[in-house]
């Protein structure tokens, strides 16, 4: 008789209201496929919900509606492993855009639509609902990210911040005047883009995501949320380091810095670093966050 193989551990990937990226980013990396058994993803396993005896669960979108709120909650009942993945489980990420009251009245006021679940009051990261063991944040995580999560591998390690992956010489002799905008001059290779007058926030976002932004020249928004100087503390605290970092590397006004940091294309990121510090809920803390 042969040997039986030996059973794999099962996972499931419980996908609440956001756009599957991570999903994607998952089914990108591949060293899990022979160490463990995929057992629930909606976007490639077809059952009607998370088997009873799963070992780890991730979990990624944010609580935007009861149902929402009702498939997590019964998702994590008897799973020792839960792990929130990304931006919006995390924060409510691009989801959260549904709390504008110009987009709910449209969403309201179609007299037509039926059977669609009760929107909740704004956008809940998971962990307002039930207890979370490790935030893997992105948007999406790298499939490394995602590996390392499974498996927690001995020699993985992160770098501290972004800028420890970016790999772009600082120089204190280039200090540019202004912000330049998001799609607007022509990037060096080489340079840091802080020095190029980029608004990028590498200096306080997380690193292990391999700079995959910045090494292309395109600034950090933070989408790994607050390293682990800023975890724990107010967005006050964030913010005044970054000013700082600028007053420093550049000669750019204060007042345009402050200007930036609020704007459209940073807030979608920027909100979870307040997130951290815990608001109406538990404190996140350092050594649960990867």
Same mark, same amino acid.
């Given at each position: 008789m042969e040997n039986e193989p030996p059973k794999l551990p099962k996972f499931a990937v419980l996908q609440l209201s956001g756009c599957a990226g991570c999903e994607v980013s998952l089914l990108n990396a591949s060293e899990w496929y022979d160490k463990y058994n995929l057992v629930y993803m909606p976007l490639v396993v077809s059952s009607h919900r998370v088997p009873d005896d799963v070992e780890v669960l991730l979990i990624s979108g944010g609580v935007r509606n009861d149902e929402d709120a009702y498939n997590l909650q019964r998702a994590v009942k008897n799973v020792p492993k839960v792990i929130a993945v990304g931006t919006c489980a995390i924060s409510g990420g691009v989801t959260n855009l549904g709390d504008r009251d110009d987009v709910r009245e449209i969403f309201l006021s179609q007299a037509s639509r039926r059977h669609v679940p009760r929107l909740l009051s704004k956008t809940? %990261?998971?962990?307002?609902?039930v207890h979370v063991d +490790?935030? +893997? %944040?992105?948007?999406? %995580?790298? %499939?490394e990210l995602f590996m390392a999560a499974l498996m927690q591998p001995e020699d993985f390690k992160a770098s501290s911040i972004v800028c420890g992956e970016c790999g772009r010489r600082k120089l204190n002799d280039m200090k540019p005047d202004h912000i330049t905008g998001f799609q607007q001059g022509d990037v060096k290779p080489d340079i840091c883009l802080i020095n190029q007058g980029y608004l990028c926030v590498g200096t306080s976002t997380r690193g292990g995501c391999r700079a995959i932004c910045t090494r292309a020249g395109h600034p950090c928004v933070g989408c790994r949320g607050p390293s682990n100087n800023f975890i724990e503390k107010e967005s006050s605290v964030w913010l005044e380091s970054i000013q700082k970092v600028f007053e420093r590397m550049t000669n750019i006004p204060p007042e345009e810095i402050n200007e930036m940091l609020r704007s459209p294309q940073l807030s979608m990121f920027l909100f979870q670093f307040s997130d951290y510090a815990g608001g109406n809920r538990r404190v996140r803390s350092k050594d649960e966050v990867l």
């Amino acid at each position: 008789m042969e040997n039986e193989p030996p059973k794999l551990p099962k996972f499931a990937v419980l996908q609440l209201s956001g756009c599957a990226g991570c999903e994607v980013s998952l089914l990108n990396a591949s060293e899990w496929y022979d160490k463990y058994n995929l057992v629930y993803m909606p976007l490639v396993v077809s059952s009607h919900r998370v088997p009873d005896d799963v070992e780890v669960l991730l979990i990624s979108g944010g609580v935007r509606n009861d149902e929402d709120a009702y498939n997590l909650q019964r998702a994590v009942k008897n799973v020792p492993k839960v792990i929130a993945v990304g931006t919006c489980a995390i924060s409510g990420g691009v989801t959260n855009l549904g709390d504008r009251d110009d987009v709910r009245e449209i969403f309201l006021s179609q007299a037509s639509r039926r059977h669609v679940p009760r929107l909740l009051s704004k956008t809940h %990261p998971v962990d307002a609902f039930v207890h979370v063991d +490790l935030y +893997l %944040p992105g948007c999406p %995580p790298t %499939p490394e990210l995602f590996m390392a999560a499974l498996m927690q591998p001995e020699d993985f390690k992160a770098s501290s911040i972004v800028c420890g992956e970016c790999g772009r010489r600082k120089l204190n002799d280039m200090k540019p005047d202004h912000i330049t905008g998001f799609q607007q001059g022509d990037v060096k290779p080489d340079i840091c883009l802080i020095n190029q007058g980029y608004l990028c926030v590498g200096t306080s976002t997380r690193g292990g995501c391999r700079a995959i932004c910045t090494r292309a020249g395109h600034p950090c928004v933070g989408c790994r949320g607050p390293s682990n100087n800023f975890i724990e503390k107010e967005s006050s605290v964030w913010l005044e380091s970054i000013q700082k970092v600028f007053e420093r590397m550049t000669n750019i006004p204060p007042e345009e810095i402050n200007e930036m940091l609020r704007s459209p294309q940073l807030s979608m990121f920027l909100f979870q670093f307040s997130d951290y510090a815990g608001g109406n809920r538990r404190v996140r803390s350092k050594d649960e966050v990867l």
